[in-house]
């Protein structure tokens, strides 16, 4: 049972247990009840104490949530439709390697009828590019070589006002630009653009923009700033012919549910990759970044909830406090109250009573705070955040071959 | 009267420690008091009058001795059952009244008979009688804060009769309260000695007060010194 359920499950208990206590005692009930209204200033404030520690619990719950939410939210948008990857990355690094280990693997993900709707061989190189017309550079743009017939699980490039791109369509020095290069290079459509690949024997390439996309699906992968060129363009300029450096996987499945089938289609690539003795690594990508978000949401949580065990704590001190002040107040009465006939449990019952109806409102009172609190700091930080349509499940691969462009555009997230 | 003893006190010694110092409050009281009898006990402040009303009434333990009332001992006797004997046998009017400020007359008056498990409209009923004999008909739904010095007493005698006790213990019942209002209640409490035959133990400082008493107990260092028989 989840933490929420438990604290329900012991309200609820608590509630039970006073009713029963109210019916079977009700002298009881009455003294504990003309006692919480003798002083309404000490009740508000033992109530007020205890509020604030239930308030944080609540307010943590939602906050790691939240916190949970955003992440996954960040890995819906950099990876998109992308589940897994398969590349020979080391250091950061990622090294070329032959295009047909992609026909090798894809051959296999068939044979093995692996929940995979697309495999997509990219070449992705990042360097410096200088905006020639508008004279701004940045050293960080990444370019990606893609192949626009294999692209279709992982939807189209979309223009601004709403029209499907595909590489394909590029003349041979044209390049799209997502809207973060386009920003960072301060760049627009027909501008042309220098790219500066390698370090030592530096090889210029020149490319102009022919459209900027929108940052979402492949032209927000790892939210980076994206020029797409053609496969066959980006291997001929950077001498790469016949070379990718990264493979990417979409499961069956959206953007949200594909990962459901991660650790078969893992798994899959995988034996794929061994079969074969290839150099490459295979990395369950979607699903490594969600168990890393849920562990920042919980992580998150859990601090928040130690902060407010601290302040249950601090209310305990208070209510512990007010108590023996409550029964140094009342000692002549609960002299009278033994001296006709009151059993010492009858007294403890009363002050039990006393005490479960400041903590029932407190416990009510502190979460409605919470929960108030927490839909505050949900509505800010998730205003700024986009929700991730679940695209309708994609058939797996053919072995007929990679589908034709944007075939299933319709249902890529942000289509 | 009847002759035979409803209270018997048997070498009854209490000490109390205070630090380093311990006090001897009670030291080898021997007591009967017979049923019906009303019984004042007067002494300087200090010379163990409350522990002896507390000890034999059950509130208190004694540290050593024993207490026989209606010939049960009160050692025998563990905290509940004190308790519950309590409830049925015995009522307590203080100084302070000691009324409970959260609940109105009638209501402190039913307070002994709901503790005994008397079902709430005989309580409420047996209440206002009792109410109507200390004279303070009329007055049931006031809280104690609303009610004179002289009322809360009389609402505090009527919460020690309204079980029908056969013994009732007072503790300076008039210490707070003007001579006038002070003479009103002792001719309640004799009035009600008188007819109900209860047992009362009074302790006092007023001598007007104990010459209302069948017999006067003089304590001195947690001793009886010297008893006197009214006239």
Redesign the interface.
């Given at each position: 049972m989840a933490l929420p359920e438990m604290a329900l499950f012991a309200v609820v208990v608590g509630i039970v247990l006073a009713g029963l206590l109210l019916a079977a005692r009700?002298?009881l009930a009455?003294?504990a009840a003309?006692?919480i209204?003798?002083r309404t200033t000490r009740v508000v404030i033992v109530i007020l104490g205890l509020l604030v520690g239930t308030a944080v619990i609540s307010s943590s719950l939602v906050v790691g949530d939240t916190l949970s939410f955003i992440f996954l939210e960040d890995v819906y948008v950099r990876l998109g439709a992308v589940d897994e990857i398969v590349s020979n990355e080391f250091g950061g690094q990622l090294f070329s390697f032959a295009e047909t280990n992609l026909t090798q693997i894809r051959a296999d993900l068939i044979t093995a009828k692996s929940p995979v709707d697309g495999i997509a061989p990219t070449l992705l190189k990042v360097m410096p590019v200088r905006n020639v017309a508008g004279n701004k550079g940045n050293q960080q743009i990444t370019i990606m070589g893609l192949n626009a017939s294999y692209e279709g699980a992982f939807g189209p490039l979309t223009t601004r006002d709403g029209r499907s791109l595909d590489t394909d369509a590029l003349g041979p020095d044209d390049v799209f630009a997502n809207a973060r290069a386009a920003a960072d290079l301060n760049a627009t459509p027909g501008q042309n653009l220098t790219l500066f690949y390698g370090t030592t024997n530096q090889t210029l390439v020149h490319a102009t923009v022919a459209d900027i996309v929108r940052d979402e699906g492949t032209a927000s992968y790892e939210r980076r700033a994206i020029l797409f060129m053609d496969l066959r363009r980006a291997q001929s300029a950077f001498g790469e012919n016949g070379s990718i450096n990264l493979i990417r996987v979409s499961n069956v499945g959206g953007v949200v549910d594909g990962v459901a089938f991660s650790d078969q289609v893992t798994q899959d690539l995988r034996l794929s990759v061994a079969s074969h003795h290839l150099a490459l690594r295979v990395q369950d990508a979607k699903a490594s970044g969600i168990a890393q978000a849920v562990q920042i949401g919980r992580a998150a949580t859990e601090l928040f909830l130690v902060m407010g065990a601290f302040g249950i704590l601090a209310g305990i001190l208070l209510i512990v406090n007010i108590f023996v002040m409550l029964a140094e107040e009342r000692k002549?009465?609960l002299?009278?109250?033994?001296?006709?006939?009151?059993?010492?449990r009858?007294l403890l019952t009363a002050f039990a009573l006393e005490g479960t109806f400041y903590a029932i409102v407190a416990a009510a009172l502190g979460a409605l705070a919470g929960s108030t609190s927490s839909t505050g700091w949900c509505r800010t930080v998730t205003s700024s955040s986009r929700s991730t349509s679940i695209p309708r499940p994609s058939s797996r691969l053919s072995s007929r071959g990679p589908r034709s462009p944007g075939s299933q555009s319709s249902s890529r997230p942000g289509a | 009267m009847a002759d035979e003893p409803i209270i018997r006190g048997i070498d009854a010694h209490k000490t109390y420690n205070s630090g380093p110092v311990t006090v001897h409050a009670l030291r080898g009281v021997n007591l009967e008091i017979p049923r019906g009898e009303m019984v004042a006990i007067m002494g300087p402040s200090g010379c163990g009058k409350t522990t002896l009303l507390n000890c034999f009434?059950g509130?208190d333990d004694l540290t050593s001795g024993d207490v026989q009332i209606e010939g049960v001992s009160l050692s025998g006797m563990d905290?509940?059952a004190k308790?519950?004997y309590?409830?049925?046998r015995?009522g307590?009017v203080?100084q302070?009244y000691?009324?409970?400020?959260?609940?109105t007359a009638a209501?402190n008056v039913e307070?002994?008979l709901?503790?005994?498990k008397v079902p709430?409209k005989d309580a409420r009923r047996k209440a206002l009688v009792l109410m109507e004999q200390v004279e303070l008909d009329g007055w049931a739904g006031h809280k104690p804060a609303q009610l004179s010095a002289g009322q809360q007493q009389r609402v505090a005698i009527a919460?020690a009769l309204v079980n029908d006790p056969a013994i009732v213990w007072a503790d300076e019942p008039t210490g707070n309260l003007d001579s006038e209002t002070s003479a009103q209640i002792m001719d309640l409490l004799v009035r009600l000695n008188r007819e109900q035959r209860q047992t009362l133990v009074l302790v006092t400082h007023d001598a007007i007060v104990s010459s209302r008493a069948h017999r006067i107990l003089r304590m001195r260092n947690g001793q009886i010194v010297e008893e006197t028989r009214s006239a």
């Open positions: 009700p002298l009455r003294l003309r006692n209204r003798r002549p009465e002299g009278i109250a033994r001296a006709v006939g009151f059993l010492r009858d | 009434s509130l905290d509940d308790s519950r309590r409830s049925r015995m307590f203080f302070s000691n009324l409970l400020p959260v609940l209501e307070l002994p709901l503790v005994a709430a919460r």
